[in-house]
């Protein structure tokens, strides 16, 4: 049985013999579709109302309807990822996604002034009334505000410099530069061209190195192609690595061969010396943590003695036995930063902050370095805020 065999599955069902059933995860998200879509009923209906559309509150509840329906059909066609003919994903997923974000969006000022509200009426003595132009308010603005987020902020990169001091490293290794990408994402909602949109930008930097971080993928196998064609144009004068991550293992041989044949390298729990005019520095990868392929031991096992290393760790969570173990330098990737942030405190203010402690940018520990990139694609709603892709170039100094 290869590790693909043996991989948990995934996806919007589960197989048990020849009866499908539904998948803890769907089960959820229906649940969270469910609950987000009821202030939005609400909405609808006040909108309906104020418009003087006959039965209000059955448009409202058949926009609700409509909407839960178009969450399963969104969910199937993409766990896993299919192909699907553009029209479909523009004007029929998009849209869809823009209106399931503003839901989200709602849920939390609807719940406060749903209680709030009838505590201001009671003290003042007015008579009860739910706050329904209120639900309309934040409803509209949500669909403005996703509406960036997924049509404008997700397709606008930075191509963003850091600079990293490594104790030990050779001096013929001062200013070499590492062009780092992850969270690629490719899909049916992230095309094959941005993703050689971020490789252009990359080439266009001069890397001596470029390093892609896991999380390739969407889900399913129908973008392999377009991910070795991505990958494939990336330039660096010492080569192209790339380590796998929790995304990547749907179908991972046709991936991996097709990623080498396109001139990049994979590396499995391995790693590979780096030679500059005579100076030595020690590059190497783990597999992904997640699904327990990871071994940092055989990663390692090779290392010249007090050979300053650098690690590509799709899971950031490895950071601190990589320290451990004398790696100075670990790029990570998995978070996307949150991927949905508040704007300019998205180092304190994420997603992701709330459930991974390196959830962003660089961190520095006794000798050891971790930079976690912020990723370029999205999974889950194609949706970014405050959280920006980017294309990061990492500069190399001798300490």
Not at 39 to 55: D, H, K, Q, S, Y
Request: hydrophobic share 50%; with cysteine.
């Amino acid at each position: 049985m290869t590790q693909a065999d043996s991989a948990p599955p995934t996806g919007a069902a589960r197989v048990i013999g020849k009866r499908p059933r539904m998948s803890k995860f769907l089960r959820f998200l229906i649940f969270v579709t469910l609950v987000i879509h009821v202030p939005v009923i609400a909405a609808i209906a006040r909108g309906a109302e104020r418009l003087a559309i006959p039965a209000p509150w059955l448009v409202g509840v058949a926009w609700g309807a409509f909407g839960i329906a178009m969450f399963l059909g969104r969910a199937r066609a993409a766990m896993p990822d299919r192909r699907r003919h553009g029209a479909l994903v523009w004007l029929v997923d998009i849209p869809y996604f823009i209106h399931w974000c503003a839901c989200l969006f709602t849920i939390v000022p609807a719940t406060l002034a749903s209680v709030i509200t009838p505590i201001l009426q009671l003290v003042r003595g007015d008579a009860f009334a739910m706050p329904l132009d209120f639900y309309l308010a934040t409803y509209a603005l949500g669909i403005l505000v996703c509406g960036y987020g997924i049509l404008v902020r997700r397709r606008w990169f930075y191509v963003r410099e850091v600079e990293i001091a490594i104790a030990g490293l050779d001096p013929s290794f001062d200013g070499y530069r590492i062009a780092h990408l992850s969270d690629l994402h490719i899909g049916s909602t992230t095309p094959r061209a941005w993703g050689e949109r971020w490789s252009r930008a990359a080439n266009a930097a001069s890397p001596d190195l470029a390093v892609v971080t896991g999380d390739m993928v969407t889900s399913g196998t129908d973008f392999h192609h377009d991910i070795a064609a991505v990958v494939g144009t990336l330039r660096a004068k010492d080569g192209v690595f790339v380590s796998m991550g929790n995304h990547d293992y749907f179908g991972e041989g046709e991936l991996i061969a097709l990623l080498e044949a396109a001139g990049a390298r994979v590396l499995r729990n391995e790693g590979v010396v780096l030679d500059r005019n005579g100076g030595k520095m020690y590059l190497a990868a783990i597999d992904d943590t997640w699904t327990k392929r990871d071994d940092m031991e055989r990663a390692l096992a090779e290392r010249p003695a007090a050979m300053p290393t650098i690690l590509l760790a799709h899971d950031p969570a490895r950071f601190r036995e990589a320290k451990k173990r004398g790696v100075a330098l670990t790029l990570s990737g998995h978070t996307h930063g949150g991927q949905i942030a508040v704007p300019f405190l998205y180092r304190w203010l994420s997603l992701s902050h709330l459930t991974h402690p390196f959830h962003v940018g660089l961190y520095e520990e006794d000798a050891a370095q971790l930079y976690v990139h912020p990723g370029l694609g999205t999974t889950g709603p194609p949706m970014r805020l405050g959280s920006a892709p980017a294309v990061v170039m990492i500069t190399l100094r001798a300490a």
